[in-house]
């Protein structure tokens, strides 16, 4: 089975710090993807990966990053937490194109981030 | 630019009653991907069926069944003789075939709550 694993499940950071969250995936998929997910306003994309060193904004992008040197890995930063940022994080992967029809999105299992 | 429109944000139910959960779309694309998750109160997300642009089939596995009509952009979820393990969120999302349209965008999500 495709494994999507973030670093950890649950993190607790101070304002203004940077945080790093980390996801790993272990079946060559080409596209990688970071959610945030709020009560009442689902699962909102914050970028998304299609190739390594490539990216996409989503629809809240700002005051994140992210970064694809390999492929299995795909990172997502907060250069200066900010308490609005305190959410439960997702990552997930897919392949491209017609074998999306096989084999569909993997999520992990999420990291729920505290800023205080 | 891609939509998802889950307009009933929360469903009380008595179980073995039966539930439809709705789900409207938009998309430019002609070649398009439809999802539905469950996130039970463990917090994974969990698949539950992915549909092609071109396959208007209706499907059925076990209690759930999934009508998906093109003409009206709908890919609506009915759980037949709820039960109590139904009680989750549910998201429809959607997505596009290759590069920059393969992220998975998701509705807002709908509260089953299924009381014994």
């Known amino acids: 089975d495709v494994k999507v694993t973030q670093s950890s499940r649950y993190l607790v950071k101070r304002t203004g710090e940077k945080v790093f969250l980390e996801c790993v995936q272990d079946m060559d998929h080409e596209n990688m993807f970071w959610y945030r997910q709020d009560p009442g306003l689902g699962l909102r994309l914050i970028y998304f990966s299609y190739d390594v060193k490539m990216k996409e904004k989503g629809d809240i992008p700002e005051g994140y990053s992210v970064s694809r040197e390999k492929k299995e890995r795909f990172s997502l930063i907060l250069e200066s937490a900010s308490t609005n940022q305190t959410s439960m994080y997702l990552c997930?992967?897919?392949?491209?194109?017609?074998?999306?029809?096989?084999?569909?999105?993997?999520f992990g299992s999420g990291t729920r981030l505290t800023v205080v | 630019a891609q939509k998802v429109t889950q307009a009933q944000t929360e469903i009380s139910v008595v179980e073995k009653e039966d539930v439809t959960l709705d789900c409207v779309y938009e998309?430019?694309?002609?070649?398009?991907?439809l999802f539905w998750y469950k996130q039970p109160p463990s917090g994974e997300l969990v698949f539950l069926i992915r549909?092609?642009?071109?396959?208007?089939q209706n499907e059925i596995s076990g209690r759930y069944s999934w009508n998906f009509q093109k003409s009206t952009s709908s890919f609506n979820f009915t759980i037949t003789a709820s039960q109590v393990v139904d009680s989750a969120v549910y998201f429809c999302?959607?997505?596009?075939?290759?590069?920059?349209?393969?992220?998975?965008?998701f509705g807002k999500g709908i509260t089953l709550s299924v009381r014994p």
């Open positions: 999302a959607l997505s596009g075939y290759t590069g920059a349209n393969s992220k998975l965008t």
């Open positions: 998309t430019r694309d002609t070649t398009y991907y």
């Open positions: 997930a992967s897919s392949v491209g194109g017609e074998l999306l029809a096989n084999y569909g999105y993997t």
């Open positions: 549909r092609n642009s071109f396959d208007e």
